[in-house]
């Protein structure tokens, strides 16, 4: 008997039922690369949901974290400590922003954007007691606590789960029309993702966000841009909203590859405005902001910069679409993305993507479906050409058999 079937039975005799994972259980990373309980190993072309940007266990995170692990962790922000300066500056100044608040997760950095939002809607803007209104495009994910599940657009994700939270309202991706007609004088934001990412690679039409962003500006509502998995470099800029010119969001919501996939980190950068608006006690978070998180960011994100990630990413990206579009295939309905943010859309007759991803796994390729019919591709942005040669060998393999 395989060594992971033990494994597997543990989880589904204890674990809940919320994930439905490949069959596959992973013990071991080092770059783009992860090993099974069995030893067989194989190209991570998800990342952890780009998570991983600098590959698994980056040797510099390893060493800054352990360093950190035997000198303090913890100390919760009843105090100060000396490491979360550095992590401040750092992020303020690599995304240009005034302020930052450190969380932990995606969905609390979120949850952070909305309620600095709220308040400054109240506070500064001056829209009535209870009234404040943010647009949310449809399509969405910006995370699973009770709140960001009500504006999102997925009835799996809301089914059973109210009471929701008010106070949202969804125009489709991208349309700037629909934009102009949802704000009114209780709008406070529009929170979106720069491309959609859980939705499905999904671009808006070029010139939407500048577009969006002046008619926010015009209109005194925040433009606050959700780039958790857009961002630190993953589609071939540090931030996916810098593929637009004149784009400067009044708030950036920020996690995953923060942590070079070690420890939950996350955070909102906004202008100073709307940070402002907190005050002791509004807000906060027993683990945000800690020594060993704030040290773990700044090393993830020396490496983006350092190893210049991002036009990595960018090179690595085009050269991937470029291969993947010339594939000979009939299943294929749209390859698209943007750096190594990649998704290919499979037409209808191709019978689902999750029956490609159990191919590409036996294969030696980790990707996973996302929606019924999309591949996405994301691999750790430290990937070279010759690995995607190497990877582009056994997708066409795959979909030349299937
Ligand atoms: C993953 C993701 C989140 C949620 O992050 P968690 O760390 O899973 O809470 C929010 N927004 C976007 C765009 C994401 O991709």
């Given at each position: 008997m395989k060594k992971s079937n033990k494994f597997y039975a543990i989880e589904e005799k204890y674990g809940a039922n919320n994930y439905?994972?490949?069959?596959?259980?992973?013990?071991k990373g080092k770059g783009i690369w992860v090993w099974d309980a069995e030893g067989k190993k194989y190209l991570d072309f998800l990342s952890s949901y780009s998570a991983v940007n600098q590959?698994?266990?980056?040797?510099?995170i390893a060493m800054a974290a352990a360093k950190q692990m035997k000198n303090l962790t913890l100390t919760s922000r009843a105090f100060h400590n000396d490491k979360l300066p550095l992590f401040y500056e750092k992020l303020c100044k690599l995304s240009k922003m005034e302020k930052i608040l450190p969380m932990n997760s995606g969905a609390e950095a979120v949850e952070t954007a909305i309620k600095a939002i709220r308040k400054w809607g109240y506070k500064v803007k001056g829209v009535e007691e209870n009234k404040a209104e943010i647009i949310v495009s449809h399509n969405n994910f910006h995370g699973r606590t009770t709140t960001i599940i009500s504006f999102s657009s997925d009835e799996q994700y809301k089914d059973g789960f109210g009471p929701l939270t008010l106070g949202f309202k969804e125009i489709p991706f991208g349309d700037f029309d629909a934009l102009k007609k949802a704000i009114n004088k209780n709008t406070v934001a529009f929170l979106t993702e720069p491309i959609q990412g859980e939705g499905g690679i999904?671009?808006?039409?070029?010139?939407?966000?500048?577009?969006?962003?002046?008619?926010?500006?015009?209109?005194?509502?925040?433009?606050?841009?959700?780039?958790?998995?857009?961002?630190?470099?993953?589609?071939?800029?540090?931030?996916?909203?810098?593929?637009?010119?004149?784009?400067?969001?009044?708030?950036?919501?920020?996690?995953?590859?923060?942590?070079?996939?070690?420890?939950?980190?996350?955070?909102?950068?906004?202008?100073?405005?709307v940070m402002d608006v907190f005050n002791p006690g509004d807000h906060g978070s027993t683990f945000g902001g800690n020594p060993l998180a704030s040290i773990i960011a700044v090393a993830s994100l020396d490496i983006l910069v350092n190893e210049k990630l991002a036009e990595n990413s960018d090179k690595v990206g085009k050269y991937f679409v470029s291969k993947l579009k010339a594939l000979k295939t009939d299943y294929i309905k749209e390859v698209r993305g943007k750096g190594l943010l990649i998704g290919v859309e499979l037409k209808n007759s191709a019978g689902g993507a999750r029956r490609f991803c159990e191919a590409l796994m036996k294969e030696g390729l980790l990707c996973k479906e996302t929606h019924d019919n999309i591949i996405r591709f994301a691999p750790p942005l430290v990937i070279k050409k010759n690995e995607i040669d190497w990877a582009m060998k056994k997708i066409e393999k795959v979909f030349a058999s299937i």
């Amino acid at each position: 008997m395989k060594k992971s079937n033990k494994f597997y039975a543990i989880e589904e005799k204890y674990g809940a039922n919320n994930y439905h994972p490949l069959d596959v259980c992973l013990s071991k990373g080092k770059g783009i690369w992860v090993w099974d309980a069995e030893g067989k190993k194989y190209l991570d072309f998800l990342s952890s949901y780009s998570a991983v940007n600098q590959g698994h266990c980056h040797p510099k995170i390893a060493m800054a974290a352990a360093k950190q692990m035997k000198n303090l962790t913890l100390t919760s922000r009843a105090f100060h400590n000396d490491k979360l300066p550095l992590f401040y500056e750092k992020l303020c100044k690599l995304s240009k922003m005034e302020k930052i608040l450190p969380m932990n997760s995606g969905a609390e950095a979120v949850e952070t954007a909305i309620k600095a939002i709220r308040k400054w809607g109240y506070k500064v803007k001056g829209v009535e007691e209870n009234k404040a209104e943010i647009i949310v495009s449809h399509n969405n994910f910006h995370g699973r606590t009770t709140t960001i599940i009500s504006f999102s657009s997925d009835e799996q994700y809301k089914d059973g789960f109210g009471p929701l939270t008010l106070g949202f309202k969804e125009i489709p991706f991208g349309d700037f029309d629909a934009l102009k007609k949802a704000i009114n004088k209780n709008t406070v934001a529009f929170l979106t993702e720069p491309i959609q990412g859980e939705g499905g690679i999904i671009i808006p039409p070029a010139g939407f966000l500048k577009k969006a962003q002046d008619l926010c500006r015009q209109n005194n509502v925040l433009f606050v841009l959700d780039e958790i998995q857009t961002g630190l470099c993953r589609t071939g800029k540090f931030f996916a909203y810098q593929w637009e010119a004149g784009v400067k969001p009044d708030g950036i919501i920020v996690g995953k590859a923060l942590s070079g996939g070690f420890y939950p980190i996350s955070a909102f950068l906004a202008k100073k405005e709307v940070m402002d608006v907190f005050n002791p006690g509004d807000h906060g978070s027993t683990f945000g902001g800690n020594p060993l998180a704030s040290i773990i960011a700044v090393a993830s994100l020396d490496i983006l910069v350092n190893e210049k990630l991002a036009e990595n990413s960018d090179k690595v990206g085009k050269y991937f679409v470029s291969k993947l579009k010339a594939l000979k295939t009939d299943y294929i309905k749209e390859v698209r993305g943007k750096g190594l943010l990649i998704g290919v859309e499979l037409k209808n007759s191709a019978g689902g993507a999750r029956r490609f991803c159990e191919a590409l796994m036996k294969e030696g390729l980790l990707c996973k479906e996302t929606h019924d019919n999309i591949i996405r591709f994301a691999p750790p942005l430290v990937i070279k050409k010759n690995e995607i040669d190497w990877a582009m060998k056994k997708i066409e393999k795959v979909f030349a058999s299937i």
